[in-house]
């Protein structure tokens, strides 16, 4: 047991406020937006002055008494547990802190764009004998169609982290279609395939059955947006795709996103205990491990493509996206003054959305 000694308490303050105070400096050189406390996004700044401050003062308090090193009162194993329990304590304080100080910050699309959320009669479709539901959103009446349009969801998310877009798509003409990838949500089907192929063919089978032979255009929202540039290029009936905010990926197929610079405390935490999409026999796959096994994405040779980016550099630099886009052939590249959790339900994104689909 520790004896509660004159420094024990002293000690655990002082590696407390140093390791607090790293912290703050790691946040603004790496630019772990999520987990600032200074700002969303992180005050650069600041946060280095607060560091700065936090550590030397820390270590002056600890260290003014007179003759402090000749009669230290913890050593060996318990300066260790001090050292270990600050850096955890620190840790966990920051998590908590940025969470709570900026949690309106971080919010998800809603299930709906200006709008309540809606029950639905799920409909399916067929994949090599698994049954996906889908959501399908018609035109508002009176509305010409004007097409149909494949929505794709981000990592980790759901068929209904779009429905926002899909009612604003909807309400101008489009019929549309969400459902949620391989390892996510209602979707019985784990991951088998990174590019999920087969998932996406029989989706827009299905919604070309529903249509006859109208445009089709496939959209899609962060891996969505990788997904939605692959189906551009692999199959013929879909004439357009919109990639908003995909993860840059280079030459090689590395990723060059850096998605620890929005995401915040409590979901680093949940990510590391459960990472959400479910990979072969039921087992978490990250999203890192689908990227590294998933083909890299070839140039379009057909069809029209939008590139729509977050012109901060929190999880995609705009000059990665860029080159990226370039690789890919797209037509065109936009960038919104949003960053990535926001975009998705920027007025900006859905109107350049929009005037691109036509």
Not at 53 to 74: E, K, N, T
Not at 116 to 144: A, R
Not at 253 to 274: C, D, Q, V, W, Y
Not at 288 to 311: A, F, I, Y
Request: hydrophobic share 45%; net charge negative.
């Amino acid at each position: 047991m520790l004896g509660w000694r004159g420094d024990i308490l002293e000690m655990f303050l002082l590696f407390l406020g140093v390791f607090f105070g790293i912290l703050q400096i790691i946040v603004c050189k790496k630019k772990l937006n999520g987990i600032s406390i200074t700002g969303y996004p992180d005050r650069e700044k600041v946060s280095f002055l607060l560091g700065f401050f936090l550590i030397v003062i820390s270590c002056a308090i600890y260290f003014w008494r007179p003759g402090h090193f000749a009669y230290p009162d913890v050593e060996g194993v318990e300066t260790l547990l001090l050292l270990v329990g600050g850096l955890v304590t620190a840790i966990l304080l920051q998590l908590l802190i940025s969470s709570l100080a900026f949690r309106n910050s971080y919010r998800r699309l809603s299930t709906a764009v200006g709008g309540e959320s809606l029950e639905f009669d799920l409909p399916e479709f067929l994949v090599e004998e698994s049954k996906v539901p889908y959501i399908y959103l018609e035109p508002e009446p009176g509305k010409e169609r004007l097409g149909g349009i494949l929505l794709m969801h981000e990592y980790g998310g759901s068929k209904k982290q779009m429905l926002g877009v899909g009612r604003y798509l909807a309400n101008r003409g489009y019929a549309v279609m969400l459902f949620d990838l391989d390892g996510h949500g209602e979707n019985p089907r784990n991951i088998e395939n990174p590019a999920m192929t087969s998932l996406i063919e029989k989706a827009v089978q299905e919604l070309a059955s529903r249509l006859g032979g109208a445009d089709l255009a496939a959209v899609g929202y962060g891996f969505g947006g990788l997904l939605a540039i692959k189906t551009l290029g692999e199959i013929e009936s879909v004439e357009a795709a919109v990639a908003i905010d995909p993860i840059a990926l280079d030459a090689s197929g590395n990723p060059t996103a850096n998605a620890a610079r929005e995401i915040k405390g409590i979901e680093i935490i949940k990510s590391a205990l459960a990472p959400p999409a479910r990979g072969r026999n039921g087992k978490r796959v990250s999203l890192k491990k689908l990227l590294e096994k998933m083909e890299t994405t070839e140039p379009k040779s057909r069809g029209q493509l939008l590139v729509l980016s977050t012109s901060k550099t929190w999880f995609n630099d705009p000059e990665n996206i860029s080159h990226f886009a370039s690789y890919v052939g797209a037509d065109q590249v936009e960038f919104v003054d949003a960053n990535h959790a926001s975009i998705i339900k920027s007025p900006s994104t859905l109107e350049k959305l929009t005037s691109f689909l036509g």
